[in-house]
């Protein structure tokens, strides 16, 4: 049995996801977070990093639908995140992971300034609060993932912090 505790914990995260705040996770919420950190980034939708961030936005919504729309209406409410989507993955955040992958790749194709993969906690900070992180929130995340103090964060710190945040109450 899942803890009222865990619920209430996990459902607080439904909010990173509802980026236009009407209480649902839709389509229209992952194409927004690509076009604002395209934004953010002064990168155009048509480049070839922009196209794989949109495209990355859809294979990320069409995996979390896949496993949260319980009712098939192209969107997740927030009891369905919680029931349909977090109970699901609970014991397997790598699964979480990889339905994420494809966006947070594309996310750090576009934050990645000389193309060596990674990017710095500078712009980490910038790709989160272009995704509504408040700046306080945003430092201290992106500081935390630079495990070992180089000024950078890849895909891989960035790809199981996403997962455990999403997964893990605490």
Known sequence: MVSSE??????????VFDQDGNGFIDREDFSGA???????FGTAARSDKGQALYIGA????????????RDGDQLISR??????AVKRLRDNPERFAEIGRPFLHATLDVADPDGDGSATVEDT??????LGVPHEVAVTA????????DGKVGEAEIVSAFARYFTVPE
């Not at 859809?58 to 729309?69: K, N, P, T």
């Open 6 to 15: 865990y619920e209430r914990r996990i459902a607080a995260r439904f909010a």
């Open 58 to 69: 859809e294979a990320f919504w069409q995996g979390l639908a896949g496993i949260a729309d």
């Open 34 to 40: 690509a076009k604002a950190l395209l934004a953010e």
């Open 125 to 130: 900070v910038r790709v989160l609060g272009a």
């Open 79 to 84: 009891e369905e995140f919680v029931n349909g």
């Open 142 to 149: 992106a500081s935390t993932l630079d495990t070992d103090g």
